[in-house]
């Protein structure tokens, strides 16, 4: 089993992977990476309104073999901000 290391890439900079995780497949690196953004995204955007955020994964040799990336943004209609 291969290990993969899964960096984040958010509005405060970039967040390294020091542990990683043994996954088996490519579907299970996909997988995971969606897990990651949608977890970030339900706790940090609902009270920012926008944002995005990356991950970047690593495998064992430091190569970069997979990415995700996911936009937000919200907006009031009546806000005479927006």
Not at 14 to 43: K, Y
Not at 56 to 75: A, I
Request: hydrophobic share 30%.
């Amino acid at each position: 089993m291969a290990r993969y290391f899964f960096d984040l890439i958010n509005g405060n900079g970039p967040v390294r992977d020091n542990e990683g995780q043994e996954i088996v497949t490519r579907e299970g690196i996909s997988r995971e990476v969606s897990r990651i953004l949608a977890d970030i995204a339900r706790e940090e955007f609902p009270e920012r309104g926008k944002g995005s955020i990356s991950v970047e994964v690593r495998n064992e040799d430091g190569q970069s073999v997979f990415s995700g990336r996911l936009s937000f943004q919200t907006q009031w209609h009546d806000d005479p901000q927006s």
